[in-house]
C-alpha cells in the first residue's frame, strides 16, 4: 500500500498540475506530490523518467460477462485486461445473465470482484426490471448495494414516458443515468452502417438517424425534466451536434464515444469482418472526423470502450448473425494517444478523458491525484511501440478489429491503491 513514483511528468487536469514530480503514496493513498520526495525505507520506488504519471484511468462502459456468460469473460479475467491496458476502475454494464437490477446481483459482482478482480469494479444497476423497458427497477436500492449508474445497455428504453420518470427518479437519489440512444424501428434487421459499403456488400444498414433521433429524445427529456443524463457510445456527426447545441442551452447532458469510433469507418467491414460489427456500427469519415471535433471542444466527455468480448463461435460465422462488439481494454490508450501525436488532443484533454470526468459523471472518488485521494496511479511510456497479438491478450476473448496492428504508447505500470497491480 506504500509506494514512490519518481521523476515522472505528472498530468492531473483534476489540479491543472503538469510538471515532474514525485508521487509519494501511503497507506493506499496519495500522501505528498513534490520534488525529490524521501520515502520511508522499505518502500518500493517506481523510477517514472521520462514516462508519464496520471490518475488512474477510469473506462465507464465495459461488459464483464459476470454473472452467467463467464465463457466469454469474467470478473478476474476483465480486470486483468483492465490492468494491462492502464485502467485502475472499470463500470460494468448490466446486461448479464440475469441483469443487475436487484441489490442481490449487484452485491454479487462487488463481493466477487473485492476477491478476484485487480482493478476497482463499479456497477452499473438497469433502469428498468430485467431490463425489458416496461417499468423501473429498484434504482434507491441499486445505489444503496453500490451500484454507480443505471441503464438499460444493449437497448434502448423505448417507452419516453418511463425514462421521464427514470431521469426524474435518478436526479433526486443522484444516480446516473446513462441512455443507449437507438431507434428500433429505424434499425430494423440492420446489421452495419447504410451507405456505399453496405449497399456494395448486401448488407442491411442502420441509417445514422436511428441514432440521432434517439439521442435528441433522451436531450429533450432531460431538459424537460432538469435532469443529467449520459449518452453511451455515440458515433454520428448528428449525435455531435445535438449535444453540442444542448450543452449550450444548459442541459445537463454528457456523453462518450469510444476508440473504434474515431478510428476506423465501415471500410472495416469489407470481407464480412464480424471483428468489425458492433453497436452503434462503424460509420463514415465524416463521422470519425466529428468524434474527433467533439473530443477536441468538449462536447464529448468521456473515452470509454464498450469493452464487448464473445467467444469465438459467435464471431466466426456469417455477418448477419455474429453478435456486436469488440475487446477494447487493451487498445484503447494507445488508439487514444494518437489523437495526441496529430495534434487533435493535448494531454491533459486525453487525461481529462480518460480519468478525470469519467469519474465525476459517475460520482467516484476517484480521478485525481489531490493528497488524499486513493492512490490509484496509471505510469505510461507514450513512445513505447508494440503489436496486439490475440495469445498476448489478457482478455478470454480476443474479437478485436485491430489484431496485427501496431501500437505506439502503453501503461507501463497500473496501481491500484498504492499496489503495483500490472507491469509491462
Not at 467467444?311 to 466466426?316: F, L, N, S, T, V
Not at 470526468?357 to 488524499?372: E, M, Q, S, Y
Request: hydrophobic share 40%; proline share 5%; aromatic share 4%.
Amino acid at each position: 500500500m506504500n509506494l514512490l513514483i519518481k521523476g515522472g511528468r505528472v498530468i492531473d487536469p483534476s489540479q491543472g498540475i503538469d510538471a515532474n514530480l514525485d508521487v509519494l503514496i501511503a497507506d493506499g493513498v496519495v500522501l505528498e506530490l513534490g520534488q525529490g520526495l524521501a520515502a520511508p525505507e522499505g518502500t518500493p520506488a517506481i523510477d517514472a523518467s521520462g514516462l508519464i504519471v496520471t490518475p488512474g484511468l477510469i473506462d465507464m462502459h465495459v461488459h464483464l460477462r459476470d454473472p452467467g456468460l463467464e465463457y466469454k469473460e469474467d470478473i478476474a479475467t476483465g480486470s486483468r485486461s483492465a490492468a494491462a491496458g492502464g485502467f485502475t476502475s472499470v463500470a460494468c454494464m448490466p446486461n448479464t445473465s440475469p441483469v443487475i437490477d436487484s441489490k442481490a446481483i449487484a452485491s454479487y459482482i462487488i463481493n466477487k470482484a473485492k476477491s478476484e478482480a485487480l482493478v476497482n469494479v463499479f456497477p452499473i444497476g438497469c433502469i428498468t426490471k430485467g431490463g425489458k423497458g416496461e417499468s423501473l427497477a429498484e434504482m434507491g436500492e441499486l445505489k444503496e448495494a453500490g451500484c454507480v449508474g443505471v441503464s438499460d445497455d444493449g437497448k434502448p428504453v423505448c417507452n419516453s414516458e418511463l425514462m421521464r420518470r427514470a431521469l426524474e427518479y435518478a436526479k433526486g437519489i443522484g444516480i446516473a443515468v446513462i441512455s443507449h440512444s437507438e431507434d428500433l424501428a429505424l434499425v430494423g434487421e440492420g446489421v452495419m452502417n447504410e451507405g456505399f459499403v453496405s449497399t456494395e456488400l448486401g448488407l442491411k444498414g442502420i441509417p445514422w438517424a436511428a441514432e440521432d433521433i434517439a439521442v435528441a429524445r433522451e436531450v429533450y427529456l432531460a431538459e424537460f425534466a432538469g435532469a443529467p443524463v449520459h449518452i453511451a457510445h455515440i458515433s454520428t456527426v448528428g449525435s455531435a451536434r445535438i449535444i453540442r447545441n444542448a450543452k449550450a442551452r444548459g442541459v445537463k447532458a454528457t456523453c462518450e464515444t469510444a476508440p473504434h469510433y474515431f478510428t476506423l469507418t465501415d471500410e472495416a467491414v469489407r470481407g464480412y469482418e464480424t471483428n468489425a460489427k458492433m453497436n452503434p456500427p462503424l460509420r463514415s469519415a465524416a463521422d470519425v472526423e466529428a468524434m474527433k471535433a467533439g473530443l477536441a471542444d468538449g462536447t464529448i466527455d468521456a473515452i470509454a470502450t464498450d469493452h464487448a468480448p464473445h467467444h469465438p463461435d459467435e464471431k466466426d460465422v456469417e455477418f448477419n448473425v455474429a453478435l456486436n462488439g469488440i475487446v477494447g481494454l487493451e487498445t484503447s490508450l494507445p488508439l487514444s494517444l494518437k489523437l495526441v501525436e496529430e495534434g487533435r488532443l493535448d494531454l491533459n484533454q486525453l487525461v481529462s478523458l480518460m480519468s478525470c470526468t469519467p469519474a465525476k459523471i459517475l460520482g467516484l472518488d476517484r480521478g485525481t491525484l489531490k493528497v488524499g485521494a486513493v492512490g490509484d496511479v496509471t505510469v505510461i511510456d507514450p513512445a513505447k511501440e508494440w503489436q496486439v497479438e490475440a495469445a498476448k491478450l489478457e482478455s478470454k476473448s480476443k474479437n478485436s478489429p485491430f489484431l496485427g496492428w501496431k501500437m505506439k504508447g502503453r501503461a507501463v505500470y497500473t496501481v491500484v491503491k498504492g499496489q503495483v497491480v500490472y507491469q509491462a
